[in-house]
């Protein structure tokens, strides 16, 4: 079994995943549908086993190019930490996905 850890199995891991999703159509859209899925693919077909703390997510084909293009995509923002008081003024980093600078 492959190492999530290991940067090198994690990319031979994706590689694995996204191969099955290319010659696989209706596998693909069961990863959009279901981030259990997506992770259970990466145990099965990317055999590494995905940390209970990590997500996987599927976006849709040309997803990050509407993002980028004319803003429409899908965003992904991380839960920034809890605390008291307003923003440190870095709330922007939790932004996650690929965008041009707003």
Do not use: Q
């Amino acid at each position: 079994m492959r190492k999530w850890n290991n940067p090198n199995d994690k990319k031979a891991a994706c590689l694995a995943v996204l191969k099955k999703v290319m010659s696989d159509r209706s596998f693909g859209e069961k990863c959009l549908k279901s981030d259990e899925f997506a992770r259970k693919a990466f145990r099965t077909i990317g055999e590494i086993e995905v940390p209970a703390d990590a997500k996987v997510v599927f976006l849709p084909e040309g997803d990050v190019d509407k993002s980028k293009r004319d803003g429409t995509g899908s965003l992904v923002i991380e839960i920034p930490p809890r605390r008291n008081g307003d923003s440190n003024g870095h709330t922007m980093e939790y932004v996650r996905c690929t965008y041009s600078l707003w």
